[in-house]
């Protein structure tokens, strides 16, 4: 998919369970701000919503906004 930080993106799914307030942002839109490591081979991406939450989703969950 090749997201870069600083770029828009929407929660368009959920692969695994998540908290209660993580699953609040399905469906809401939020800013790349940096990169992770997971599971010892993936690359989470951690999204910066307006409201100053962040937290990280795989790649295949996010959807870029033009």
């Known amino acids: 998919m090749g997201l870069e930080i600083g770029q828009k993106v929407k929660v368009s799914r959920l692969r695994d369970r998540v908290s209660k307030e993580t699953a609040t942002y399905l469906g809401k839109r939020g800013v790349v701000s940096r990169f992770k490591m997971v ?28």
């Open 39 to 66: 599971d010892g081979s993936g690359v989470g991406v951690v999204v910066e919503f307006e409201d100053r939450y962040t937290t990280w989703f795989f790649e295949d969950e996010l959807s870029p906004i033009q």
